[in-house]
T-cell receptor, first 114, second 114 residues
């Protein structure tokens, strides 16, 4: 069956450390993968998009990797801050006939302690 | 302006009521989306409009009726809802839906069906 899995437990780290979140998928072949941040009661906010032929993408303190052989994406936040505390969602970007749609993981709740 | 607005912020309705949710964007985006999100779950795609035409309906019950009056506006008409339809309803837009673009989300409407 088709599945997307993110870190099953909430992740709590100390300020200044690097947070690493995982997104694993089975029986999908996405050409693209997106990461979003969601704060409670608000809509998701786009962070990064990575293509299957890109091994790594960076934006400020954020880094995403995409390994289509392992069927895995890793999302890193370096020099983490309490303001980074949120739920992080990965989404597979798939063709749906002539259209595209996102298939979402359950999300990982990240807490950064001061 | 990179904002997607949604009204109302909160809505309480009885099972016999008819109400509408509204969504607006002025980014010139040609794809617009309705999602439903329950607590601690990822967004669940309901409908996609591409160039003002309905392109994806994820087998949503007919008590939810989408409408796209023009390229900036998206409505979701609600009728005879059930208590299990209580959720956060999110609207999103993207430049298009034929190539991978990030989605911009509104703040959502928190719907409670009594």
């Amino acid at each position: 069956s088709q599945k997307i899995e993110q870190n099953s437990e909430a992740l709590n780290i100390q300020e200044g450390k690097t947070a690493t979140l995982t997104c694993n998928y089975t029986n999908y072949s996405p050409a693209y993968l997106q990461w979003y941040r969601q704060d409670p009661g608000r809509g998701p906010v786009f962070l990064l998009l990575i293509r299957e032929n890109e091994k790594e993408k960076r934006k400020e303190r954020l880094k995403v990797t995409f390994d289509t052989t392992l069927k895995q994406s890793l999302f890193h936040i370096t020099a983490s801050q309490p303001a980074d505390s949120a739920t992080y969602l990965c989404a597979l970007d798939l063709n749906a006939g002539n259209n595209r749609k996102l298939i979402w993981g359950l999300g990982t709740s990240l807490g950064v302690n001061p | 302006d990179t904002e997607v607005t949604q009204t109302p912020k909160h809505l309480v309705m009885g099972m016999t009521n008819k109400k509408s949710l509204k969504c607006e964007q002025h980014m010139g985006h040609r794809a617009m989306y309705w999602y439903k999100q329950k607590a601690k779950k990822p967004p669940e795609l309901m409908f996609v409009y591409s160039y003002e035409k309905l392109s994806i309906n994820e087998s949503v019950p007919s008590r939810f009726s989408p409408e796209c009056p023009n390229s900036s506006l998206l409505n979701l008409h609600l009728h005879a809802l059930q208590p299990e339809d209580s959720a956060l309803y999110l609207c999103a837009s993207s430049q298009g839906d034929r190539t991978p673009y990030e989605q911009y989300f509104g703040p959502g409407t928190r719907l409670t069906v009594t």
